[in-house]
């Protein structure tokens, strides 16, 4: 069974940053391209950043870009997203996620097979 654990969440003020982590276990962590979602209160989820196996390969969501960063340790079975300049707007509970693939672009919550459980993201202003 494939689990995806997260930490790092938390509260920061605006223009802060965050890191969030997620480990995973239960399977072969370099075949799954690997994202980060996010639900704000009143909102559908949304894509924030995906990774391809090799962390050679990422894609972010418009509203982040530039602010925010993806990466993966394959030899930890771990993924990370780094926010900076963080905004109010930018609070939600933030996902992590795991796709039977290694390569592609996956931005629907309907592609992935795993997902964490989910860490409140709160940016005061």
């Known amino acids: 069974q494939v689990q995806l654990v997260e930490s790092g969440g938390g509260l920061v003020q605006a223009g802060g940053s965050l890191r969030r982590s997620c480990a995973v276990s239960?399977?072969?962590?370099?075949?799954?391209?690997m994202g980060w979602f996010r639900q704000a209160p009143g909102k559908e989820r949304e894509f924030v950043a995906q990774i391809n196996w090799s962390g050679g390969v990422t894609l972010y969501a418009d509203s982040i870009k530039g602010r925010f960063t993806i990466s993966r340790d394959n030899a930890k079975n771990a993924v990370y997203l780094q926010m900076y300049s963080l905004r109010p707007e930018d609070t939600a509970v933030y996902y992590c996620a795991a796709k039977r693939a290694v390569d592609g672009s996956w931005t629907r919550q309907s592609d992935y097979d795993y997902w964490g459980q989910g860490t409140q993201v709160t940016v005061s202003s």
């Open positions: 239960g399977g072969t962590f370099r075949l799954y391209v």
